[in-house]
Each structure stands twice: as C-alpha cells, then as structure tokens.
C-alpha cells in the first residue's frame, strides 16, 4: 500500500521540449543560407583547395624571413613609437577631464553628463582605421593623421574606463570635503583624483600598448610607421621582408605587454 502511494506521488514526467530541435533546425537553416551561393558568401570548397595550394608557395616565403631587411625597418620602427608615444600621452590627458565630465559623481550636471557620454559613444564607434582614413584625407599622408587617430582612440577608451572607474569611489572623502568647503575642482582634486589615480596610470599604459598594435595598422592607409613598410613589401609580393616586419611586431608587442603588466600590477 505504501509502495503504491510512493509511486502515486511521483511527479509525472516532463515533455520533451521542441526548443532545442527546432533552434537547431533554424540553426543549420541559417548556416545554410549563410554559405549558399544565391543568398550567402558563395562557399565553394575547390576554390579554397585551390588558393591553399597557390598560397603553399607564399606561406614558404614567409617562413623564410630575410634578416638582412632588418635595418630597412627601424627607423618606421622608432616612428612606430613616437606615433604610439605622443598619441597615449596627449589623449590621456585630454581623457582625464573628459571622464570626471562623464562621471554622475563629478559631472556639473546631467545635461553635460548626457552630451559627454554621448560623444564618447560616437568616438568608440568609429574604428581607429577609420578616423585614420578621414584623417589622412584632411591632412594628408604621414605621422599626423596617424597621431590623431590614435588621439581620438584613447580619448574614448581611457575616458569611458576612467569614467567608470571614477562613478565607484568611495562616497566618504568627497563627503568631507564638501563639508569643508571645498568647491568641485577642489573636491576631484583631494578627493577623487587620488582614489582612481593607480587605475588612470594602468589605463593609460594599457592605451600605449594598443596605440603600438594599432600604429602598425594605420600605417597602412598611409599614417606613417612601420605598416607603411609592411603594406610596400605587401603590395611588391616581398613576401621574406614581410615576415621580417611580422616577426618584429610580434616581438615588439609581446616585450611591451609584459612590461605594461608588470607596471599594472605595481601600480594597482
């Protein structure tokens, strides 16, 4: 009797759900579509046969860099960081007013709190290669447009991260020193400056270690630096000289890396 009442109670068994079936129908539906040649991208897996065996010729070339290129490439090396350099420090220091604007605990009121976030959003939007093409037609080819690109770029990024950063202080030094007296500027510069200060160092080297990768791009459409060398060798099928470049890069990035998280982690 009690047996039968225990299998009484159990509850009943839940239906099989058509969710999972169904998502994946339209899953492979999509998919399908995506590499269909009247609706998609035209997959066609003889023509990747194809171009991976006229690329066995390339890729041989490339795992032959020609090391006697080397002092070919640094001085678009040494612009590389001058372009990195100047483009970190001056758009750090225009992002750190910026983000106190940005900030609900800094801001002067909502309006410019909207109007800043709002033009942060538009800047982050644009993609770095981008402002650097518009650039390069305003002012011409060369380290300028590429100098300002990456202006603009850090400006949105440190500024919307110190930003963030800053609306999470502590609320107790800027109580008192609005108790004291102290006017705005007063009260970021005792109170809040030195709570997110470690943090605007590490944002600011984290922008410098992005402005090397991103120089190397923009030296492609004509911002100066070493991808202006790596986009010639590119376009005269250089293709040992290209890995030479490549390689540099790497190394470059991956010594630069380690030594901003190294400071990073001093500092915060």
Excluded: H
């Excluded at 068994?13 to 579509?33: D, E, N, Q, Y």
């Excluded at 940005?102 to 993609?127: M, W």
């Excluded at 070493?226 to 540099?248: A, C, D, K, M, P």
């Amino acid at each position: 009797m009690t047996a039968t009442v225990r299998a009484n109670a159990r509850p009943p068994k839940p239906r099989p759900s058509l969710a999972i079936p169904v998502g994946a129908a339209v899953f492979l539906g999509i998919t399908w579509l995506a590499f269909s040649e009247q609706f998609g991208i035209g997959f066609d897996l003889g023509a990747i046969i194809e171009d991976i065996t006229r690329g066995a010729g390339i890729l041989g070339e490339l795992l032959r860099p020609n090391w006697t290129f080397i002092p070919r490439t640094v001085d678009p090396i040494v612009e590389t960081f001058q372009i990195a350099i100047i483009g970190a420090v001056v758009g750090c220091a225009i992002a750190l007013p910026v983000s106190f604007l940005a900030s609900r605990v800094t801001t002067p009121n909502r309006g410019v709190f909207v109007a800043d976030r709002s033009i942060l959003s538009v800047v982050r939007a644009i993609p770095d290669i981008l402002w650097a093409l518009l650039l390069v037609a305003a002012v011409g080819i060369g380290a300028l447009p590429g100098i300002l690109a990456l202006v603009i770029f850090n400006v949105g990024v440190v500024a919307k991260l110190l930003s963030e950063t800053v609306d999470g202080v502590d609320q107790g030094p800027i109580e008192a020193a609005r108790a004291t007296g102290g006017n705005r500027i007063q009260t970021i510069r005792w109170a809040v400056l030195p709570q997110v200060l470690p943090n605007y160092v590490a944002y600011s080297l984290y922008a410098f270690e992005l402005n090397v990768r991103a120089s190397a791009v923009l030296g492609i459409v004509g911002a100066g630096g070493i991808g202006n060398t790596l986009f010639t060798q590119y376009r005269f099928f250089n293709w040992s000289n290209v890995s030479v470049i490549v390689v540099e890069l790497f190394v470059l990035v991956f010594f630069i890396e380690l030594l901003s998280i190294w400071l990073r982690r001093r500092l915060v």
